[in-house]
Each structure stands twice: as structure tokens, then as C-alpha cells.
């Protein structure tokens, strides 16, 4: 969402990237390092037994290490490759861990200073989700020195003060001028016609980055000063005076404000600068960084702010220099060793999980899209390039595909002859460490979890039982983002009781045999409290379908984002399929949140034992919330007569339309919902949303929520008689905000009476 917290009525429009140069590999022989990563935690998840039951359940087989022979081989590979005459007189940095054992798997010289050229911009992303938070937005802000008279003249001078956001772009809006067109809408629509003073650029906004270019913080006041002159006049909004450009960001004492306008939450704006390596846009977030935390918008200061986050995190930070956010100074100076840090550190973070979404992804998105496609690698390495003359970098993480083991890699090439050559090198060496390393493995699947409930005998969590599994290992967590090691037990069950959390409790399950653990299942929860509701799981085409947002077709968290801002009320979790079973009462909860993600026909959105539990719910007075991506496309569009009356008649909408065309929706003036921001849907790299439901309201129901830009239409429709219904054409776990849901679901539930 355009975090809107405008203050002035406006109307939007939205439409729809040593030298070390020698043949020994250092430290890659078959001991295990004893704490090769800084991080004094370098692994949240190393699925040891740590039941903590004076009954314990089965064993989790312990984690093997590499036996040095495998090592010693796989030294030598890569060694070759990076010693090629077409690399001669390159230098390396160049470190592989192991994850979840912290083993030393390769190394060449991995604490030499190198370039990282673009590798800087890990730095740059995940200090600033860590110090400043996931839901942290920039700021832009329009401010007079002085009144509006009341024909409509401003005596006085108008500001424009920016806070670095770098989303003025055709990556986040339909056009760059976009929000600069908001905030003059906004000016004219409270009556303003003409500025008696002049027009102060104050800051640091920034207009249409580019992603090849440094930052020019002047060259951008410049810019965004002759856009806003030429729109004011376009509008008919008089400017008497001149322009005026100031690097201070204050505002005149006295002055009142006249609009605020709020980007995207930051993982939004940190996706173009990981994935297409977006220069300008990185800088100007390093310049935040220190603008945010130590007063002073300036490189020293945001480079100054990540060392002191990487120190304190325990990540050795001799001989690291930054001089920039982007990565294009020659300046900077990083070791493979400090990368690791910086990756094994993440690991360990809420953060962690979108600051791996903005990452590229070999063989489908951002600077490694074309690179990597075999079957052992797309997919499955997700990274960070850099290059400059002379530099070739790649660090990240590679998702093994034989012992599902993760490793995480720092290759840091400098005075590099063939760039070419070194990038082969690298996707070379990746595709050899892809390759099996330990006898064969047939790695248990990933449960399917089928309900977390509080009941009398504490919280029930059921899940599907795995072919093969010897045992389920059962994580839990606080905030569903890190699941501590420590808080896990075992079955071999396929159905456990836990003692009833106090707080919002988020559970995750594993299947082991003999010889290894699986990956994880989806993630439900569950809060204690009254009124109870019930957040039903309809998505199961995101593990059936895997997609450039979801490459390795595992588990989801969608219940988590919004049970995450449930804070007033009790809830559990289930799939769509627990209630077709029967086995998940409706009636049992004071209302249902039914998220269907983009479940469409494939899938069959609402099987007919899912909508007759819905209809005799909704018969019986309920209250039902239920959004989607395809919902009516599946359904009524191309649905049988039965679907399609269920739709209509139970449901209240109708099919209109495939694609909105926009990610952007508005509460209509007046509308039952009381809105007063829009809804951004727009989450890259996490889901993007391709096809929003156009909608039309049918036998009572009423339109409540209307897209902005792309096709128009209806977004979203309410009803209120015999029982209570609201109807989203998009998910509401694309939401792209936190506190955006949370207000969402806030009058959802007020709508509801709850």
C-alpha cells in the first residue's frame, strides 16, 4: 500500500527491476570449525532432539557433517574452476558453510578485504530491515509558511520536504510523476490556487532513480522541484515566487502541514534493489539509515550504523569498510567471512524471511534469472551479483536439492581479466556443491498441517502423517518468523497436545526417518481469548504451483500475517479441508477469515463440501470474511450452476471482470467499512497477485471497496442481513503492510459487531 496517511481528501489513480590466487583451498579439509561464522547463533534451526518432555518422543537423527574426503574433492573442483588461465591473477575471497552445522565446507582466503562491488547492498537491505523494521515507510511531506486566505492563496511559501523515498518510480506506481500528482491533487482539492511565496525543496526526495547511476541528492531536489513547478501550473495552481533547494530537511518554525504521503513498507522497497540491483535506490537508503538513527543524512553515517548492528550482533567487522549503500565505490572493502556473518545473521532475524525475498533467484528472477536453470540449481540458489571492472561477486544461499541442507556461499572475485569467465566460475562451483554430497537421501516430505485448535486438554495441532516418517518434530515460535530451536518436541504421532500458550502461540511441523528431517509445513497458530475466531487455510495451490515468488513449493505463512495483527481476539487455524471433513465446526467461532490466496480452477476454490458448510454457517447467522485472488473467476465465471448460485445468492457478488489491473484499493466515501488509506496488494517476491477478481454486487450485498487506476471496478463487496458477509476480489495476505491488515481486519470485525 501507498501508506497513506494524506491528510487532505484526494483521489487516486494506479495502473498495472595475499592474493590467494594459488591452487590450495584454506580451511577446507574435513575438521568442523568450531564457530566459523561471527554470529554467536549462526543457525536457528539445526533440528537436534530438544525435547524438552520427561517422555521424549522418537530421536531427530543427528545432523552429519562432510567427511573430509568429500571435502578434499570437492576443494579441488572448485579450486579448478576459479584457477582457470582466464582468471589468472584474480584474487579471492571466497567462504561455503554449512547452515545447520556452521561446517567449514570451502574456503580460499576467506578474510581478505575484496571489492563486493553490488554485494554491498546485502549490507545496505538487511541493516536497515533489522534496525528499522519491516514496517518502516519513507516520508514526504508538503508544508506552507503561512495561510491560505480564503481565495485560495497561500501567503507564504510552500515546502516540499523528503525523506529519501526512493519509490517514486514505474516499479511501484503506474508512473514516477504519480505521487507528486497525489500531493498536488490534494492541494487543490482543499482550495489552494495560487502560492503568494516561493517553492522550497528541503531534503532529500528523490524522482525516477536509476538503477545504473549513483545518487545525486541536489541533482534530485532539482528534479523533483521542476516536476511539482510544472504540475502546480498544470493543475492551475499559481507559483508567484521561484525555486529554492536546501540539503537542510527542517521546516520554518510555525509551519503547518498540508499533505503527508508514505511509501511501500520497507521489504517492498528493498526487493528492486536486491533482485535488478538498483543503484540509486540504494544509496538513498543507506543515506536514511543514517538520517534515521544518528541525525545526519550522509554515507558515513548509514555505513557507520550497520557496522555498529553487525558488531553488536557478535559479526567481526575488522578491516570492513563501506563508502557507499550501492556498492559502486571501489572503496568499500568486505571479506567472504563478513558476508557469511551478515547471511548466518539473518538467519536469526524476523527479518530474515523478507530480507530472502528480495534476493534473486537463479533461473527465474532479477540479475540471475538467466543463470544456473539446471534442474539441481533454479530454484534453488538465491543471491546477491556484483560487478564493476575488475570485480565479480556472488553471495547467498543455496538450497540443497539432495540433502535439503542449506549452505551459504561468498564468491569475491577482484582484479578479474574475463568477467564472463568469473561469473561461469561461480554458477560452476554452485552447480558442483548442488551436486550429491553425501550417500543418497530420500528427504521426508512436508506434512500438511490441518488444524492448530485451544481445547480443553490444551492446544491440539493435526497434521497429515508423511510415508516413511519415523517421528515429526513440532516447532513453535512467538512470532511465527524464528522457530528457537529450543522450543521444538517430537511424536510419532501425527497429532499432538500442547500446554495452552498465554500469548499467540505459531507451530510448524517436520517429518524425520532414520537418516534426515524434511522440510517444514505450512505455519498455523493459535491466541487464546474470547470472541474466537476461525482462520481457514484455501490456498493450496501455493505448494502445487511453484512460481518465481515461491520456488521451492513449500510451506506458507498467510495465516501468520494476519493472526499476527488479530491483537483483541482469541483465533485457531485450520484447512478449507478440516471443515469439508466435518472435523472444524463453524459454528464454533463468533466469525471466519477464509483466505483463498489464488486458488482458481485448478484447484477448485470451494469444493461442494466446503460450500455447504459455508452455506449452512452463513444460514445460521454467521459472520464470513473470505478473499481471493480468483474466487469468482473460478466459481462463477467458469462454474457449474450450482457454484455460480452459490456465489450469487450466498456469497451476494457476481463475476465481472479477470484483471483490475491495479494493485491499489480505496474504501468508496461513506462505506460501511470506514477506511481512510488505501490497500496496496503489492507484494513482490513474496506474492504477486496477477489477476484481482473484478466484482458486482448481487441479491443485497454492497459495494464497499472500489480499485484505484487499471480497470475501476468493485474490490470489494459487504452484506448485512440474515447473517454477515464481506468479500475481498484480492488476498488479504498481499496486504503489503502490517499495520495496513491490521486496520482491515479491525473493521471487518467492527462491520461484524465483534
Known amino acids: 500500500m501507498r501508506r497513506w496517511t494524506i491528510l487532505l481528501p484526494l483521489l487516486l489513480a494506479l495502473g498495472c527491476g595475499g592474493s590467494g590466487s594459488g591452487a590450495s583451498s584454506q580451511g577446507s579439509g574435513g575438521s568442523v570449525s568450531p564457530n566459523p561464522n561471527p554470529n554467536p547463533n549462526p543457525n536457528p534451526n539445526p533440528n537436534p532432539n530438544p525435547n524438552p518432555n520427561p517422555n521424549p518422543g522418537p530421536t531427530v537423527p543427528a545432523l552429519s557433517v562432510l567427511h573430509a574426503?568429500?571435502?578434499?574433492?570437492?576443494?579441488?573442483?572448485?579450486?579448478?574452476?576459479?584457477?582457470?588461465?582466464?582468471?589468472?591473477?584474480?584474487?579471492?575471497?571466497?567462504?561455503?558453510?554449512?547452515?545447520?552445522?556452521?561446517?567449514?565446507?570451502?574456503a580460499q582466503n576467506p578474510d581478505l578485504p575484496q571489492i563486493p562491488a553490488s554485494n554491498t547492498k546485502m549490507f545496505t537491505t538487511a541493516a536497515s530491515l533489522a534496525v528499522l523494521g519491516s514496517e518502516h515507510r519513507l516520508r514526504t511531506e508538503l508544508a506552507a509558511d503561512g495561510s491560505i486566505d480564503p481565495q485560495g492563496t497561500l501567503q507564504g511559501d510552500l515546502y516540499l520536504q523528503g525523506g529519501h523515498d526512493f519509490t517514486w518510480s514505474d516499479r511501484f506506481y503506474s508512473h514516477a510523476d504519480f505521487v507528486l500528482e497525489q500531493l498536488v491533487e490534494a492541494l487543490y482539492t482543499e482550495g489552494l490556487r495560487a502560492v503568494a511565496g516561493d517553492l522550497w525543496i528541503v531534503g532529500e526526495p528523490i524522482y525516477d532513480p536509476l538503477w545504473w547511476a549513483a545518487l545525486d541528492a541536489d541533482a534530485e531536489r532539482l528534479e523533483v522541484g521542476g516536476r511539482l513547478q510544472n504540475l502546480l501550473a498544470a493543475r492551475?495552481?499559481?507559483?508567484?515566487?521561484?525555486?529554492?533547494?536546501?540539503?537542510?530537511?527542517?521546516?520554518?518554525?510555525?509551519?503547518?502541514?498540508?499533505?503527508?504521503?508514505?511509501?511501500?513498507?520497507?521489504?517492498?522497497?528493498?526487493?528492486?534493489i536486491d533482485v535488478v540491483s538498483h543503484n540509486e535506490m540504494a544509496d538513498a537508503l543507506c543515506r536514511h539509515l543514517g538520517f534515521t538513527t544518528r541525525g545526519t543524512s550522509s554515507y558515513s553515517h548509514g555505513a557507520a550504523e550497520i557496522l555498529r548492528w553487525l558488531g553488536d550482533a557478535g559479526v567481526n567487522t575488522t578491516g570492513l569498510a563501506l563508502n557507499d549503500g550501492s556498492g559502486l565505490s571501489r572503496a568499500n572493502q568486505v571479506s567472504a567471512r563478513q558476508v557469511i556473518g551478515l547471511l548466518s545473521l539473518m538467519q536469526t532475524l524476523p527479518e530474515g524471511a523478507v530480507f530472502d525475498q528480495t534476493l534473486s533467484v537463479a533461473g527465474l528472477r532479477g540479475t540471475l534469472a538467466s543463470r544456473m536453470t539446471g534442474t539441481d540449481t533454479r530454484g534453488r540458489v538465491w543471491g546477491k551479483t556484483g560487478g564493476l571492472s575488475g570485480v565479480t561477486t556472488l553471495s547467498g544461499s543455496l538450497f540443497h536439492p539432495h540433502d535439503g541442507r542449506r549452505y551459504l556461499f561468498s564468491f569475491l572475485m577482484n582484479?578479474?581479466?574475463?568477467?564472463?569467465?568469473?561469473?561461469?566460475?561461480?554458477?560452476?562451483?554452485?552447480?558442483?556443491?548442488?551436486?550429491?554430497?553425501?550417500?543418497?537421501?530420500?528427504?521426508?516430505?512436508?506434512?500438511?498441517?490441518?488444524?492448530?485448535?485451544?481445547?480443553?486438554?490444551?492446544?491440539?495441532?493435526?497434521?497429515?502423517?508423511?510415508?516413511?516418517?519415523?517421528?515429526?518434530?513440532?516447532?513453535?515460535?512467538?512470532?511465527?518468523?524464528?522457530?528457537?530451536?529450543g522450543q521444538a518436541t517430537t511424536t510419532r504421532l501425527s497429532a499432538i497436545d500442547?500446554?495452552?500458550?498465554?500469548?499467540?502461540?505459531?507451530?510448524?511441523?517436520?517429518?524425520?526417518?532414520?537418516?534426515?528431517?524434511?522440510?517444514?509445513?505450512?505455519?498455523?497458530?493459535?491466541?487464546?481469548?474470547?470472541?474466537?475466531?476461525?482462520?481457514?487455510?484455501?490456498?493450496?495451490?501455493?505448494?502445487?504451483?511453484?512460481?518465481?515468488?515461491?520456488?521451492?513449493?513449500?510451506?506458507?505463512?498467510?495465516?501468520?500475517?494476519?493472526?499476527?495483527?488479530?491483537?483483541q481476539w482469541g483465533f485457531d487455524c485450520c484447512s478449507g479441508a478440516e471443515v469439508a471433513a466435518g472435523r472444524v465446526p463453524?459454528?464454533?467461532?463468533?466469525?471466519?477469515?477464509?483466505?483463498?490466496?489464488?486458488?482458481?480452477?485448478?484447484?477448485?476454490?470451494?469444493?461442494?463440501?466446503?460450500?455447504?458448510?459455508?452455506?449452512?454457517?452463513l444460514g445460521a447467522g454467521g459472520r464470513l470474511f473470505i478473499s481471493g485472488a480468483e474466487l469468482l473467476w473460478d466459481l462463477d465465471q467458469n462454474g457449474s450452476p450450482a457454484e455460480q448460485?452459490?456465489?450469487?445468492?450466498?456469497?451476494?457478488?457476481?463475476?465481472?471482470?479477470?484483471?483490475?489491473?491495479?494493485?491499489?484499493?480505496?474504501?468508496?466515501?461513506?462505506?460501511?467499512?470506514?477506511?481512510?488509506?488505501?490497500?496496496?496488494?503489492?507484494?513482490?517476491?513474496?506474492?504477486?497477485?496477477?489477476?484481482?477478481?473484478?466484482?458486482?454486487?448481487?441479491?443485497?450485498?454492497?459495494?464497499?471497496?472500489?480499485?484505484?487506476?487499471?480497470?475501476?471496478?468493485?474490490?470489494?463487496?459487504?452484506?448485512?442481513?440474515?447473517?454477515?458477509?464481506?468479500?475481498?476480489?484480492?488476498?488479504?495476505?498481499?496486504?503489503?503492510?502490517?499495520?495496513?491488515?491490521?486496520?482491515?481486519?479491525?473493521?471487518?470485525?467492527?462491520?461484524?459487531?465483534?
Open 236 to 272: 492551475g495552481i499559481n507559483l508567484a515566487g521561484s525555486l529554492h533547494r536546501s540539503a537542510n530537511p527542517g521546516l520554518p518554525a510555525g509551519s503547518q502541514t498540508l499533505a503527508v504521503w508514505e511509501s511501500p513498507p520497507l521489504p517492498v522497497g528493498c526487493y528492486p
Open 69 to 106: 574426503d568429500t571435502l578434499a574433492v570437492l576443494a579441488a573442483d572448485i579450486d579448478a574452476l576459479f584457477n582457470t588461465a582466464a582468471l589468472q591473477g584474480r584474487t579471492v575471497s571466497a567462504l561455503i558453510i554449512d547452515a545447520a552445522t556452521g561446517q567449514q565446507v570451502y
Open 415 to 485: 582484479s578479474v581479466p574475463d568477467r564472463d569467465a568469473a561469473r561461469a566460475a561461480h554458477d560452476r562451483a554452485l552447480e558442483r556443491l548442488a551436486r550429491p554430497l553425501r550417500p543418497a537421501l530420500a528427504l521426508p516430505t512436508a506434512p500438511e498441517l490441518q488444524s492448530v485448535r485451544l481445547q480443553a486438554q490444551g492446544a491440539r495441532l493435526s497434521w497429515s502423517a508423511v510415508a516413511g516418517a519415523q517421528g515429526y518434530l513440532v516447532e513453535t515460535s512467538d512470532d511465527g518468523l524464528v522457530f528457537p530451536a
Open 645 to 754: 448460485d452459490f456465489c450469487h445468492q450466498w456469497l451476494k457478488v457476481a463475476y465481472a471482470g479477470d484483471d483490475a489491473g491495479t494493485y491499489l484499493a480505496m474504501d468508496q466515501p461513506g462505506g460501511p467499512l470506514n477506511l481512510t488509506t488505501p490497500l496496496q496488494f503489492f507484494t513482490p517476491g513474496q506474492q504477486k497477485i496477477a489477476y484481482p477478481d473484478l466484482l458486482q454486487a448481487t441479491a443485497g450485498g454492497q459495494p464497499w471497496l472500489d480499485y484505484l487506476g487499471g480497470s475501476a471496478g468493485v474490490a470489494g463487496i459487504s452484506y448485512q442481513g440474515g447473517y454477515s458477509l464481506v468479500v475481498l476480489g484480492f488476498p488479504i495476505e498481499a496486504v503489503d503492510g502490517q499495520d495496513t491488515r491490521r486496520a482491515l481486519l479491525a473493521e471487518v470485525l467492527r462491520f461484524f459487531g465483534l
Open 498 to 567: 500442547l500446554p495452552a500458550p498465554s500469548a499467540a502461540r505459531w507451530y510448524r511441523v517436520r517429518a524425520f526417518d532414520a537418516q534426515a528431517v524434511g522440510p517444514a509445513s505450512d505455519v498455523y497458530g493459535l491466541r487464546p481469548g474470547q470472541p474466537r475466531l476461525l482462520l481457514v487455510d484455501g490456498n493450496q495451490r501455493w505448494q502445487s504451483e511453484p512460481a518465481a515468488e515461491n520456488p521451492l513449493a513449500r510451506g506458507h505463512d498467510f495465516l501468520r500475517s494476519c493472526g499476527a495483527v488479530l491483537d
Open 586 to 617: 463453524l459454528n464454533a467461532y463468533a466469525a471466519v477469515l477464509w483466505l483463498l490466496g489464488e486458488e482458481s480452477t485448478a484447484d477448485d476454490s470451494l469444493d461442494a463440501a466446503e460450500r455447504a458448510a459455508l452455506q449452512a454457517y
